[in-house]
């Protein structure tokens, strides 16, 4: 299987992470694409028309997108039910967990877009603000419910929202997300410190096709 992704990307993270959980990364070959909303990439433009990161090309050459979609595929490559659990109050705490990881990876994003890609004249300071505001809400919504994550364990909402937060990290770390958040600080401590976290750590990447 191929993967079109950047390591950058808290999304193509979420795919990596999402495989070595399972124990099937080394099936994966990572071709590191740049892609952005303005700059669409032939390549992945040809497997996605949504022209976005990550997708996943089969041995067949069949395309999968978007990150939900081949985390659900790799964890039924697998036997199913160990990221995305089958008992339904799991499956839904899971799932909500993972819409809300997206959300601010989604939000950090548009964020980042407005401030690094718009030209400068163009940039509308109450759109970054208000992407934010997203963010901060979310982590105030997560603080008090941190126990719906697993504490040594690991599901798609764990991944989600550990790699939202490592892209906090990552590209806003001057907001300082852990402050007033105690228990969800804890919690990325130790979801940081896992072997699949560590091999996915996100970094910029000039030489991308
Ligand atoms: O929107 C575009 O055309 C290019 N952007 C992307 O492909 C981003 C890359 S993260 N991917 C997504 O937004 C995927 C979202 C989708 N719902 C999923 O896969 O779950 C780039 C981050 C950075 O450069 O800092």
């Not at 996605?48 to 990161?53: I, Q, R, S, T």
């Not at 300071?125 to 994550?149: C, F, G, N, S, Y």
Request: overall charge neutral.
């Amino acid at each position: 299987m191929r993967l079109h992704s950047h390591p950058a990307s808290p999304f193509g993270r979420k795919v990596m992470v999402a495989a070595h959980e399972l124990g099937i990364a080394e099936r994966i070959r990572l071709d590191y694409r740049r892609v952005t909303p303005v700059e669409p990439n032939a390549a992945v433009v040809a497997d996605n028309p949504l022209g976005k990161l990550p997708t996943l090309v089969l041995e067949d050459g069949r395309a999968l997108f978007d990150s939900r979609v081949i985390c659900e595929y790799l964890d039924q490559l697998c036997g199913g039910g160990r990221l995305f659990p089958a008992e339904p109050e799991a499956r839904w705490r899971a799932l909500r967990l993972q819409a809300l990881g997206d959300g601010i990876m989604d939000a950090a994003v548009l964020a980042r877009y407005e401030t690094v890609l718009r030209p400068e004249e163009l940039r509308w300071q109450a759109w970054i603000e208000h992407q934010k505001l997203k963010i901060t809400r979310a982590l105030d919504w997560l603080e008090p419910r941190v126990a719906e994550l697993p504490e040594d364990g690991v599901d798609i909402g764990a991944i989600s929202v550990g790699c939202a937060l490592g892209y906090l990290d990552f590209r806003f770390g001057a907001d300082g997300w852990r402050a007033g958040r105690p228990g969800l600080a804890r919690w990325y401590e130790r979801f940081a410190a896992r072997p699949s976290m560590a091999a996915t750590r996100p970094h910029d990447l000039q030489e991308a096709a």
